[in-house]
């Protein structure tokens, strides 16, 4: 206590008037000298003295006789100033280096640069800038340009050390008077002081000139003298100047200057003037006299009472000799440092000689980067650095830091030594006119030292430093660092880039530009650009026209592309130029970024202009530039490959030649409600066929898929060009534009015709949008053709125009497949069973359903087979049905909308009657039963039968009114077409007709030569069109006729191969015979029999023979055609059809008979099976076999290879359908046939994994076995495919069991593994099988472990034992005995060996020994207890250990086991067996002590089997003395146990330890991780989780932290030794049943722990999220941050923690963040954090603690001073600052000196007066 109060006095009038005179004898008598509360740091210097300095020192008394003379102690070294050095608020004299329109680049003394902002000039200047700005007016601002020039002296003061990204400093300066001429008074103004300046304001005389000097004006008359930089007609506000005082006024308040050259050598300093070191300035040229000299520098005296120094650099070249103690010279002051109050001055004549001007430019030119060899080192200063001679005599200073690499010692004597170095110049310093280099050879190696040295194009390698918004900023060496731009980051725009680049992460570059004046560097990442090899556009001269470059566009315009290459070398691409295929909107098809060859059309130079294209690089690229048309003419059928989607249409690519088209939505149907449909279930990627090109323009390529335009473009009935319109002809088209005057039709080739308003439809139409909608399908008639105005004009009227009457059922079916190809195609797309479920329904089908609701509007269902599906009924299908939810009903499907899962249903009785048998040509009533926009669902009467049809019943139909529209309930006529077809999925096919009476035909009608035409009938006509399989004629009455490719000439003049129809001419005359007709849309051959034809278009014969009047000529039906044919017939055909899908033809032999050709009975080489089209070509007349013929089913297939029938030992050509292990390869095969491959038949030599290399649809070639119950037996082995060239087999076929013999090593795959043995496939036909015993060498006691070991298909060595030929087995062996393989059961499973011979008779009869020695030991036993026991049963009651009766039970497993009956006589475990055995053996609560026996005994009993049989052979009874023996030894033996049982400190050293433990313990968490650990050491994984399994179900609920405790061990077990899935699946467990925030950390934590460093961040992403409110997530996040060294990371995570957490929690979590900066991350971070959080809450005296505890540890002691002297002077009560001035005072007694105690005492006493003042007030 009495330390503590002398430390602390306490108040009180006799201790205030002690310590008052206490202050009065310690305070300095120089009290106006520094008044800086930072501590003097001499220590360091005197640290760094050498022995040359220890010269200066002096006897005592020298000393204190100079002290007394001088005002600041010398130095003790002589030393270059050096960036540590270096404090805020010092003053210093600079040069300017380099100027730019914000910064000034200052060169300050010892080669440090400093950085004068715009904003650091004066306040004068200050205020002009931002009235400026605020009235826009930029031209009048004086730039820093107009007030500094290069080579201009300064005084500057340092305002503020930056610390930079790298950590290096960063000087920031000002020159504002007020904070250079601070420590100046108006009354400390003397004539001749040398001051600087600012011009405040321009008069009429003079300046008034702001000296920063409070109460003083100075003037500066404009006669006064002037220099070549300083006009004084021009000076602005703002300008820098350096007057001479030339009178003082009124106390200093008035001061006249005069102009002064910059070098400030006007006139000397004079100790009248009043200088002391506080207020001395920079540039003050003083008298001084040299006090010592040094080989580093000199000691002056000046002013009378000053010392300072003069380094080496500041000593002038070529005087160094002739300085001399005592010698006077003129220096000039560079900088007062007054930390040591150290005065450096300079003795350079371009500072010191009056008019000398500082050269900012070395004389020898701009040398910086340059590497120069051959240099020698001329001195070594220490703690400096070294001069250095060039090889041109030029002096060069290498400071200490770079005459070593960095974190190296730097050996001077070395260094010395070295006769010659090569060093690279850093810089150039105009402070010191000298150049500094470095000797670093990483700095000399360096490919890029400066912006200089980089040029557009270059390639360079550099380091990923930060992402940005804009781009991404790279290092390509310490100081120079480059931009990638946003867009070129890659190829393609980055939408994450922070996904792909990481900081540190080294990149290669390519220059774009480089501007080395501003520092700026453009760098590309695009690989396109990266790796280009075409010439670099480096200017406009480099781009010669015709030359081709790559480079990316900038800039998208309407008018086209700008596009830039390097340093700013740009052009303009046109629209013109961009593509061979018009584009309209060039945003569409580029993006700014993008990377593109051009080619240069025309380049000026001197007008920075250039015009390019992107056209003529394709066109200069492809031999000539062919015309779409050649690929896409009109007509031709198309398959396309979907590229891209749009609300318009689909853009596709044709196959196989890729090119572009586009194909409408609305040219997707007929139907416009299957358009979007369609359109929906297409997606990027898909292939399309049977589209059509309808149009090819220069702009565009259009096709269509709609059935009916397809129809008419193959039927040549369009007009090709305006010239073949005529009034009359009948096209077909579709609606393009629907106007309120009428509608504008457009059909293919481009043409349109209009549609008035009167000739739309044959009732009046008010609205026209209503009758049509865009994209319709209409058949037109052309009315009136405008030549002169190439206009027509057409009618839709359904009167005026001809469609067949079939031609509804065709566009119905039509319909019908299109919406169940949707169906199908978004059943497989999305994978949903529902889907799948809802495709299978059928209209008419009948369910099960549960009612769920019932309202007036109708009814819903719920069905179990379609959960998650609507089924609804209207109201109209409920009629008359009492409903209630929960009842069950029978309801019939009327259609399902597989888009939205909606089904909709009736439940009327008359629908779910039994369905009535109809017959074709039967009228019914029919009443729709459900509309859906182009279909409806009609019942027929009352047969129950249901059906579709379509809402209109011609193209043209028009409703003007809503009452002549189908609606539900509406009531039709239908005639039963046909009663089932098989389009429509069995419903009846119909026609339908409202009410009103059908039309009767005509008689004209039905009358030859006016509708219709005789069968053979002579007709005359011209070719019109020429097509593949069919010829057009229009006939000499104006109609047209067909002819088939069949009936062009006699079939046995017809050449194979050849095209019949490509001898006949368009325009030539023809004679042919009709022989039937066509229908008009479905193009189906008709002959005059069928009951239907009704149709205009005959189908004509030009067969000689057949053109014969004289000849009987007779109609044979199709049917009967087909019966001719015979299987093996040889036919001539023609192709008519490829169906790119299934790869198979469609052939015909006449016009009304068509066959199928399948892919494997057309082809024999597999290359042939990309493209079977090429082979055979529409129309070509081929030979083909009959392979099946049948009328019903209808089918007729037929083979061009030449054969019928599959034979034996033939090879052919088959298709994989399915790979299955245990069979092998199912094969598709010719003419209907099937096959297998087993894994035998494969290759001539076995391979592992035999099935790997084929796959599903594989064609292969392949040698047909034999045929076996319609399958045939395949082999792909090459013996048998190519015979004459393959190599001997290694693995023989094996075709019968007389190939075999015992004794043989064959090879074979494994087939299963179960019970009775392992199978081995030898052949296709011959199966072997091992028993489990000629397996493995092991005992396994069940099959499953083989299994595991032994997979299907599994190659395998072996050999045959035996072979029975009557049962057929062959009996293998695996052992490694036999095949010399090893065993296929690996060593690591540690199963116990199988016993053979020998070895297991000795087993048995030890077994027997050990029964027969227990039997007696349980019998001693036995007569000492009180219960008697059978002996020959090893059972036991109730209370025996149920762990003895395991041992018992499992005794006789193995030979290992036995031996150790008795572990318990064992205190150590073995290692040959399982150690749980050894307590649960020898350990049973009612055992005697005679039943154990000594260890000893234990021992004998393991020695040997040999052993064991005498003691069995010889049983000798032992004597009384032996027996008390063995009994003494029990005794002991079970004493020695007893205590290691209770000795706490033991260890468990075996599972049954744990296990007795564990009962005393079972809520241990401890013992349960010990036991876990135990399993684990042994490799037990397994055993190591069932543990902890146990141990979650046995420890009490209530103990949370036990039983996170194994939680967390068992996330440790899964995370080293399990897999993700098993670690996330326990994790998802632990979540469960623990709090879930502790689980996620301890996984965090351990991800961290084994460095599994994303998924650990993963983890704490997911963590902030969901436990936002929890401030230990938020901070444990930011620790895994900065041990990773992720500072900014953190810094943005603390940023997001504020804004989740409570706003009172703030301080908190910014106090621990700062924490962890100081902990892991940057301490000065840390510091700036506290610094802020404790400006704003000063009173929490806690974190003061903290901050104070951690500065200590992480700071300087200036640092921890300086927080002390903030702490101490809080507002805080008196207990806590005595608190802090108590751990001051510790802290200075550990680490301060004794004057620095004193001063804290002192502090003391200043607190305690201050209060004992206040409470006296």
């Known amino acids: 206590m009495a330390s503590l109060e002398e430390d602390f006095p306490r108040g009180g009038t006799t201790t205030k008037k002690h310590t008052e005179s206490k202050i009065e004898v310690q305070r300095p008598e120089v009290d106006y000298l520094f008044k800086s509360s930072e501590q003097p740091e001499t220590k360091k210097r005197k640290t760094s003295i050498n022995d040359d300095n220890k010269k200066l020192k002096k006897p005592k008394t020298d000393k204190e006789k100079r002290d007394a003379l001088t005002l600041n102690a010398s130095a003790k070294c002589v030393q270059i100033l050096h960036i540590k050095d270096v404090r805020e608020g010092m003053l210093m004299l600079g040069c300017v280096k380099e100027v730019a329109d914000f910064e000034v680049t200052v060169s300050l003394p010892c080669g440090l640069l400093g950085f004068l902002n715009i904003k650091n000039i004066c306040d004068s200047y200050a205020k002009l800038l931002t009235e400026q700005l605020e009235l826009a007016d930029t031209e009048e601002i004086c730039s820093l340009p107009h007030l500094f020039y290069p080579g201009m002296l300064l005084r500057c003061v340092i305002t503020k050390l930056n610390i930079a990204r790298g950590g290096s400093l960063s000087i920031r300066l000002s020159i504002d008077p007020k904070l250079v001429n601070k420590s100046l008074t108006s009354n400390s103004l003397k004539a001749g002081m040398v001051l600087s300046g600012c011009v405040d304001s321009v008069e009429d005389h003079g300046y008034i000139v702001d000296l920063g000097i409070t109460g003083t004006k100075a003037f500066l008359p404009k006669k006064a003298p002037k220099d070549k930089h300083n006009n004084l007609e021009e000076l602005k506000v703002g300008q820098y100047l350096t007057p001479r005082v030339e009178e003082v006024k009124n106390d200093g308040r008035v001061v006249r200057l005069s102009s002064s050259p910059p070098t400030f050598a006007q006139a000397c300093a004079a100790s009248e003037q009043g200088w002391n070191l506080s ?224 900081e540190g992460m080294k990149v290669k570059c390519r220059v774009l530009s480089v501007n080395p004046e501003v520092k ?212 077909i088209g579709w609606i393009k534009n629907i106007m309120s005057y009428g509608v504008f039709v457009e059909f293919p080739y481009g043409l349109v015709g209009l549609a008035p308003k009167s000739a739309m439809s044959d009732n009046f139409i008010s609205d026209t ?183 209109s019943c011609h193209l043209n139909d028009v409703f003007p009114t809503e009452s002549e529209k189908l609606k539900p309930g509406s009531n039709l006529f239908v005639e039963v077409l046909e009663p089932s077809c098989e389009e429509l999925q069995g419903l009846p096919l119909v026609s339908w007709e409202r009410s009103a009476p059908k039309r009767q035909r005509t008689a004209s009608e039905n009358q030859p030569g006016s509708q219709g035409h005789r069968f053979g009938e002579i007709l005359r006509g011209k070719v019109q069109a020429v097509k593949p399989t069919s010829i057009l004629v229009t006939l000499e009455d104006g109609s047209s006729a067909y002819v088939h490719v069949s009936e062009v000439s006699e079939v046995a003049d017809m050449r194979h191969g050849s095209f019949p129809t490509s001898r006949f001419k368009v325009g030539s005359e023809v004679t042919g015979r009709v022989i039937g007709g066509r229908e008009a849309s479905s193009r189906r051959f008709l002959p005059f029999s069928h009951p239907k034809f009704s149709y205009t278009i005959p189908e004509l014969s030009l067969i000689p023979s057949k053109l014969d009047t004289s000849r009987d000529f007779k109609l044979v039906p199709a049917a009967q055609k087909l019966k001719s044919y015979k299987i093996g017939e040889e036919l001539t055909c023609f192709v008519s059809k490829f169906y790119p899908e299934s790869k198979s033809l469609e052939v015909t032999t006449d016009p009304g008979v068509t066959g199928t050709v399948e892919l494997l009975d057309m082809i024999t080489d597999p290359k042939e099976a990309s493209h079977p089209e090429k082979k055979y070509k529409l129309g070509q007349a081929v030979r083909a076999k009959v392979v099946e013929l049948s009328s019903k089913p209808k089918r007729f297939t037929l083979s061009l290879t030449g054969a019928q029938e599959l034979q034996k030992g033939g090879i052919v050509l088959g298709l994989v359908t399915n790979i299955l292990p245990n069979v092998g390869l ?40 034999d045929n076996t119950d319609g399958k045939w037996q395949l082999s792909l082995r090459p013996s048998r495919l190519n015979p004459e060239t393959a190599k001997p087999a290694k693995d023989v076929e094996v075709l019968s069991l007389d190939r075999l013999k015992a004794g043989q090593i064959i090879r074979g795959y494994i087939s299963s593994v179960g019970e009775h043995g392992t199978f081995i496939r030898l052949s296709g036909s011959i199966t072997g099988r091992a028993q489990i015993q000629h397996t493995t060498k092991y005992f396994v006691s069940n099959h499953k472990v083989l299994s595991e070991h032994l997979p299907t298909n599994m190659l395998l060595t072996t050999k045959i034992l035996s072979i029975d030929r009557e049962e057929k087995l062959v009996n293998l062996s695996l052992l490694a005995a036999d095949t010399g393989k090893p065993d296929v059961i690996p060593e690591s499973l540690g199963l116990p060996l199988r016993l053979t011979g020998e070895e297991k008779k000795k087993h048995d009869m030890k077994k027997m020994t050990k029964r027969k020695l227990s039997e007696s030991e349980q019998n001693q036993v036995e007569s000492q207890a009180l219960k008697k026991k059978k002996s020959k049963k090893c059972k036991t009651d109730g209370d025996d250990s149920g762990v003895e009766v395991y041992f018992r039970e499992e005794e006789d497993k193995d030979e290992e086991e036995a031996p150790r009956s008795d572990s ?49 052979s010889k049983p000798q009874k032992k004597s009384r003395h032996e027996l008390e023996q063995e009994k003494k030894a029990a005794e002991k033996a079970l004493t020695q146990r007893e205590a290691q049982l209770m000795d706490p400190g033991l260890r468990p050293e075996d599972a049954a330890a744990f296990e007795r433990l564990l009962l005393a313990s079972p809520n241990s968490s401890l013992l349960w991780l010990q036991y876990m650990a135990h399993h684990l050491q042994a490799t037990q994984i397994e055993q190591a989780r069932a543990v902890a399994e146990r141990a979650l179900k046995t420890i009490s609920f209530r103990e949370e932290q036990e039983k996170l405790n194994v939680w967390v061990a068992l996330l440790n077990l899964e995370n080293m030794y399990g897999t993700e899935e098993s670690l996330k699946k326990v994790f998802e467990r632990a979540l469960q049943f623990c709090e879930p925030m502790p689980v996620y950390q301890q996984l965090a934590d351990i991800y961290a722990q084994s460095e599994k460093i994303k998924e650990a961040e993963g983890l704490y992403k997911k963590m902030v999220k969901r436990f936002s409110l929890n401030k230990a997530v938020w901070l444990s996040y930011g620790t895994f941050l900065l041990q990773q060294g992720q500072g900014d990371a953190a810094s943005a995570l603390l940023q997001r923690a504020l804004k989740s957490l409570p706003s009172k929690e703030s301080v908190d979590v910014i106090g621990r963040f700062a924490q962890l900066e100081f902990r892991y991350g940057d301490a000065d971070k840390g510091r700036a954090m506290f610094d802020k959080v404790l400006t704003s809450y000063p009173k929490r005296t806690d974190l003061w603690s903290v901050f104070i505890d951690l500065t200590i540890k992480h700071g300087s002691q200036k640092d921890v001073r300086a927080i002390f002297d903030r702490v101490i002077h809080l507002s805080v009560s008196v207990k806590k600052i005595k608190f802090f001035f108590k751990r001051y005072l510790e802290y200075e007694k550990k680490h301060g000196t004794l004057q620095s105690i004193q001063a804290v005492k002192e502090k003391a006493m200043e607190f305690v007066e201050a209060k004992g003042n206040e409470a006296d007030n």
């Open 520 to 731: 700026k560097l453009y760098l590309t990442r695009k690989k396109a650009l990266i790796e280009s090899s075409l010439p670099l556009f480096l200017s406009y001269a480099d781009a010669r026209p015709g030359r081709v470059s790559h480079g990316y566009i900038v800039c998208i315009k309407d008018f086209g592309c700008i596009f830039r290459f390097y340093n700013d070398v740009k052009g303009l691409v046109p629209l013109s130029e961009l593509s061979s295929d018009p584009i309209v909107n060039p945003e569409e098809v580029f993006y700014v970024g993008q990377v593109l060859k051009a080619k240069v059309l025309k380049c000026d130079p001197d007008k920075a202009k250039m015009l390019l294209s992107f056209k003529a690089v394709v066109e200069g690229d492809t031999a000539e530039d062919v015309d779409p048309q050649v690929y896409l003419e009109v007509g031709k059928v198309l398959e396309a490959t979907v590229l891209k989607k749009s609300i318009k249409g689909l853009e596709v690519s044709t196959l196989p030649d890729d090119v572009r088209a586009v194909l409408p939505t609305m040219h997707l149907s007929d139907h416009m409600s299957n358009c979007p449909l369609l359109w929906e279930s297409l997606q990027e990627g898909d292939n399309i066929s049977n589209l059509m090109c309808f149009n090819n323009t220069k702009s565009n390529i259009t096709v269509t898929k709609k059935p009916t335009v397809r129809w008419a473009l193959e039927e040549g009935i369009v007009a090709k060009d305006f010239s073949e319109i005529t009034v009359g002809l009948q096209l």
């Open 1464 to 1512: 318990g006589k064992q205190a150590a475990p073995t290692p040959a067996g399982p150690s749980r055995l050894q307590v649960a053996a020898g350990f049973s609560w009612d055992v005697g002590l005679s039943a154990l026996k000594p260890a000893s005994a234990a021992q004998e009993e393991d020695s040997s089997d040999g052993e064991a049989q005498d003691q069995i």
């Open 1226 to 1265: 199912l094969v598709k095969l010719p003419f209907g046939g099937r096959g297998v491959v087993t894994v035998t038949d494969l290759t001539d030599a076995y391979k592992s994994n035999p099935l790997d290399k084929y796959s599903k649809n594989q064609l292969l070639r392949c040698f047909l076995l």
């Open 769 to 951: 949008t209503a009758a049509f909608q865009v994209g319709q399908t209409v058949i037109a008639k052309v009315s009136n053709v405008d030549e002169e105005k190439q206009r027509f004009l057409i009618t839709l009227k359904v009167s005026e125009v001809i469609a067949p009457d079939s031609d509804a059922q065709t566009r119905l079916i039509n319909g019908l497949q299109e919406r169940r190809a949707v169906t199908e195609m978004l059943a497989m797309r999305d994978n949903s069973d529902l889907r799948q479920q809802l495709a299978e329904l059928s209209v008419g089908q009948k369910l099960k359903l549960t009612v769920t609701t019932e309202t007036g509007n109708g009814a819903t269902f719920k069905s179990d087979d379609l959960s998650g599906a609507t089924i609804l009924a209207t109201k109209h299908h409920v009629t008359g049905l009492d409903l209630v939810p929960g009842q069950k009903v029978t309801a019939v499907v009327l259609y399902t909308d597989i888009l939205s899962s909606v089904v909709h249903v009736s439940v009327l009785s008359k629908l779910l009657q039994k369905k009535k048998s109809l017959t074709e040509g039967s009228r019914h009533a029919a009443t729709v039963q459900h509309i859906n926009h182009d279909f409806a669902v009609v019942s027929l009467g009352d047969t129950a039968q249901l059906t579709l049809i379509q809402t």
């Open 279 to 502: 207020n001395l300035l920079p540039g003050l040229l003083v008298k001084a006299t040299i006090k010592k000299v040094t080989k580093h520098g000199l000691i002056l005296g000046f002013l009378s009472c000053f010392n300072g120094q003069v380094d080496f650099l500041h000593m002038e070249p070529g005087q160094t000799s002739s300085y001399a103690e005592g010698t006077e010279v003129h220096a000039c002051v560079l900088y007062v440092e007054p930390s040591n109050r150290l005065v450096a001055l300079s003795l350079r004549s371009y500072l010191v000689h009056p008019g000398a001007v500082v050269d900012p430019c070395p004389a020898g030119g701009d040398r910086i980067g340059v590497v120069v060899e051959h240099c020698k080192i001329t001195a070594m200063h220490h703690m400096s650095g070294a001069m250095l001679e060039l090889p041109d005599e030029t002096k060069a200073f290498v400071h200490r830091n770079h005459l070593k690499e960095l974190h190296q010692q730097t050996n001077e004597n070395r260094m010395m030594a070295k006769p010659e170095h090569t060093c690279r110049i850093l810089d150039f310093s105009p402070m010191d006119q000298i150049h500094f280099v470095s000797l670093r050879k990483s700095m000399i190696d360096k490919p890029f030292f400066r912006y200089h040295d980089l040029q557009a194009g270059q390639l360079v390698e550099g380091t990923v430093s930060v992402l940005l918004n804009h781009g991404m900023i790279v290092h390509v060496s310490d100081h120079i660092k480059g931009l990638v731009p946003r867009t070129h980051l890659s190829d393609i725009v980055l939408k994450n880039p922070e996904k792909k680049y990481v």
